[in-house]
């Protein structure tokens, strides 16, 4: 009597073929989206709904902390994409990722995350920053993300100390838009951009399929 055994692949090995699909996936998701986009510059912006959310490449895509240091300013702050300014402060500031809400609070705009807040004042027109080793900078360059409607961002950030390649952070934004008023948040007297029945289910899906990673992920940790 001859005895068969079958063997199975390890459990780790077919998890990190899961994760190895998983990331050639979610790559591929951003590169796409990123193809699709036009270069432009707005630096001055403002929310679309109540909450805005922000994450870097690497929380995006991998759900892995880098300690990359993002700020909100004011509209009227001097910021600029080629020089930091190491004494300017923020009205709010996060590491990696951020979900940012904005309360309307007569004239003026609470924001706030989990663990940070502040005031804009006026409107809820805003800029955003990158800690570059010379201090506080403006993005270089934005590009609209075609496929998710006009109110999802890429903004990219030059380190002004390195010349040529790796110089380049991204921070991806979602539900903002360029500023075009004083008064563009929802419910202040703006009119906010809504975005197409396509986009809200392309959003679903892409940010569903993200949120299954980051979870995944979690799990297995």
């Given at each position: 009597m001859v005895t068969k055994f079958t063997i199975q692949p390890s459990l780790l090995t077919l998890e990190m073929e899961n994760m190895k699909v998983n990331t050639i996936l979610k790559t591929g998701v951003v590169a796409g989206l990123l193809a699709m986009s036009n270069a432009s510059s707005a630096s001055v912006w403002a929310p679309t709904d109540n909450d805005s959310q922000f994450a870097n490449l690497y929380a995006l895509l991998f759900n892995i902390p880098t300690g990359e240091k993002f700020a909100l300013f004011e509209d009227t702050a001097s910021l600029s994409s080629t020089s930091g300014d190491l004494n300017i402060t923020p009205v709010l500031s996060f590491l990696d990722a951020a979900t940012v809400t904005f309360t309307a609070n007569g004239n003026d705009?609470?924001?706030?995350?989990?663990?940070?807040?502040?005031?804009?004042?006026?409107?809820?027109?805003?800029?955003?920053?990158?800690w570059s080793p010379t201090g506080w900078i403006t993005e270089h360059s934005s590009s609209a993300i075609s496929l998710l409607g006009k109110t999802s961002w890429s903004l990219a950030f030059v380190d002004p100390t390195i010349q040529g390649a790796n110089n380049e952070h991204r921070l991806f934004a979602f539900d903002i838009q360029a500023s075009q008023a004083s008064s563009d948040f929802p419910g202040s007297g703006g009119t906010a951009v809504p975005l197409p029945a396509t986009a809200w289910l392309m959003t679903s899906a892409l940010l569903g399929f993200l949120y299954t990673g980051r979870r995944k992920s979690n799990v297995t940790a």
């Open positions: 705009v609470d924001v706030s995350t989990d663990i940070s807040s502040g005031v804009l004042l006026g409107s809820s027109n805003f800029q955003l920053g990158w």
